[in-house]
């Protein structure tokens, strides 16, 4: 039987939200078929929490643990961090290190996309359609009029390297510019400022499944809030809608589209790309490699509508990692 680590936790505000993803992945990968044991980074330690709540500290020589005087070496790891270390590529590398297979991308890919900036520069050679956009670092003067002038307002002032919409500041008025970029670098150093796409917004779930890349699923977002926010994504002020309302041509454009960006970006494991339909076209917002996989997320909603298990989802998972 194959030991498999799940792990969460991470050292970013997301490591409540990958607590609840490690859970479920805990609760449906098969305990017939694998040892399964919950590994929980935090920045002071990495532990093995078992059932019973007692702690068993890691080892990070070599990534094992020690059970009734037994060394358990992992021959999989199910990547469930949100954030750094799991979805920036730290862990991946690490890992790579070790010759231990993990469920996410690759280090490189996970680098990439984790950095909304380098991530549109790596897409938009493919016309990948695109929000207009601005790049800001700590430090740099601030010329809110240039701003203004390039992305037009409103504009979406978020931090760059950062997930569930931490750091993410809808500017409606020119004087909100400035506090925006205040709050979004209490998040990171670098910010991108983007201009407002109208119009329908969409999440799109995209994985290897039986050695295929497919779509699981198209999940329309209406957000009660001002946009997917925070509120909106995790404490039920939204209605996720799966699948969406598109017309049938607008499916196949953006499965298209979805599957096309998985590709561009070499991608393996999990992928959650989210797109706006504005003027009627398809344009990437941002893509999430470590998604949420709590069963109110919307990937594990899109499987289970698509006639896959979440049990069935999680074991093949650790099969193609296991490749």
Not at 48 to 72: A, C, H, M
Not at 271 to 298: C, M, Q, W, Y
Request: hydrophobic share 40%; net charge negative.
């Amino acid at each position: 039987m194959k030991n498999i680590a799940i792990a969460m936790g991470g050292y970013s505000q997301e490591y409540p939200i990958s607590i609840k993803s490690g859970n479920v992945v805990y609760k449906h990968l098969p305990k017939e078929v694998y040892s399964t044991y919950r590994i929980v980074f935090e920045e002071t330690s990495w532990y093995w929490l078992k059932d019973d709540g007692e702690k068993v500290v890691v080892d990070k020589s070599d990534f094992t643990i020690i059970d009734s005087g037994e060394i358990i070496k992992f021959d999989a790891v199910f990547n469930t961090i949100h954030g750094t270390p799991g979805e920036d590529g730290l862990l991946q590398a690490y890992l790579d290190l070790l010759n231990i297979p993990q469920t996410s991308c690759g280090f490189y890919q996970s680098a990439v996309t984790f950095n909304k900036r380098d991530c549109i520069s790596v897409l938009q050679p493919y016309q990948i359609p695109t929000a207009i956009n601005y790049f800001v670092n700590k430090g740099d003067v601030i010329d809110v009029e240039a701003i203004v002038e390039r992305v037009k307002l409103p504009c979406f002032v978020k931090a760059n390297r950062s997930g569930s919409s931490f750091g993410v500041v809808k500017a409606h008025k020119k004087e909100d510019v400035l506090p925006a970029i205040e709050e979004a670098f209490k998040v990171d150093d670098q910010i991108i400022i983007e201009s407002f796409l109208s119009g329908t917004e969409i999440s799109v779930g995209v994985g290897v499944f039986k050695d295929e890349p497919i779509v699981f699923g198209i999940t329309e977002i209406v957000s009660e809030n001002d946009f997917f926010d925070f509120q909106a994504k995790y404490e039920g002020k939204s209605e996720e809608i799966t699948p969406a309302r598109l017309t049938s041509e607008q499916n196949t454009e953006v499965e298209s589209l979805a599957l096309k960006i998985y590709k561009v970006l070499d991608m393996q494991g999990f992928a959650r790309i989210d797109f706006i339909f504005h003027n009627e076209k398809p344009h990437f917002v941002e893509i999430n490699t470590n998604p949420g996989l709590s069963e109110a997320s919307i990937l594990p909603q899109q499987s289970v509508h698509k006639g896959i298990s979440l049990s069935t989802l999680f074991e093949n998972e650790i099969e193609e990692c296991l490749k």
